[in-house]
């Protein structure tokens, strides 16, 4: 499928959050068009996962817009400012999970179709790499060490998104920590993971949704969930809350062959 195969690739940067797109080649970031307002605004972060398919979280498209209203931008690091590398597409398509609950964020996922004139519409670089799907039996250990990243904001209350690529390191909770009891009492259904950074520095935050949450199996990258909400970020000892991809699986073959 494509010229893109999802490999392992991993380079950390150390010292900081700030992450280079080549540490990170899947994710995307989905821009707007709105009617009445000019420019292309940030609206959430993606993940590719083949050369024309992307996953983001079904969250991220409420207002209902039109495929031709959004743009989908691979291998860039800073937000807002266009490189010589990246890749930019236009949306042939996209499907919003059919039981995506507003009210519980059950079901956040969304799958995006690139449009290409070609076959093939990523195309493998050192900045844009698609990452593997989990295998259907997949089963991470408690507490294993997975990788976040995004544009969202530095903190809870900060107005702005950030201007730079970041990265987290979180850890795969024991479902008997990713409960209503945990999570001041919200409805979390076993197709949501938690994940968090047990030192309580990590989380994903308001801008990041539809990012990846990945790790490192045997020699890929597997996507195991997709950043869906939270209380407020970073939180002593709440975790974020992710969409549990290996639950969608099927969701994802069959919506990529309609
Ligand atoms: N719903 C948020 C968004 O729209 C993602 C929040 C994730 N929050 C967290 N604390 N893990 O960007």
Avoid at 124 to 144: F, I, K, N, S, Y
Avoid at 166 to 191: I, M, W
Wanted: aromatic fraction near 10%; include cysteine.
């Amino acid at each position: 499928m494509g010229l893109l195969a999802c490999r392992v690739r991993r380079y950390r940067i150390k010292g900081g959050s700030y992450a280079d797109i080549a540490a990170h080649p899947w994710r995307a970031a989905i821009f707007v068009k709105y009617h009445q307002v000019p420019g292309e605004h940030f609206l959430c972060g993606g993940i590719l996962i083949s050369s024309c398919w992307a996953l983001s979280a079904a969250h991220c498209f409420e207002e209902g817009f039109s495929t031709n209203q959004l743009k989908i931008v691979l291998g860039r690091t800073s937000r807002a400012t266009p490189e010589e590398n990246e890749q930019k597409f236009q949306v042939k398509n996209y499907t919003v999970h059919q039981r995506f609950d507003s009210e519980n964020f059950n079901n956040d996922i969304a799958l995006l179709q690139l449009k290409s004139d070609a076959e093939d519409c990523a195309v493998e670089t050192g900045t844009v790499r698609a990452a593997c799907l989990p295998m259907p039996e997949l089963q991470l250990p408690d507490w294993t060490e997975c990788e976040i990243s995004g544009y969202g904001k530095n903190e809870e209350f900060s107005p702005f998104y950030s201007e730079h690529l970041k990265e987290g390191h979180v850890r795969l909770f024991p479902a008997s920590r990713c409960t209503a009891q945990y999570l001041e009492n919200r409805t979390v259904t076993d197709s949501m993971l938690c994940a968090g950074d047990t030192r309580n520095l990590d989380d994903a935050c308001k801008g990041d949704s539809g990012g990846p949450l990945v790790c490192v199996k045997d020699d890929r990258m597997d996507v195991i969930g997709i950043i869906s909400w939270g209380i407020g970020c970073g939180r002593k000892d709440i975790p974020g809350v992710y969409t549990n991809v290996s639950r969608y699986l099927d969701w994802i073959q069959d919506t990529m062959k309609l």
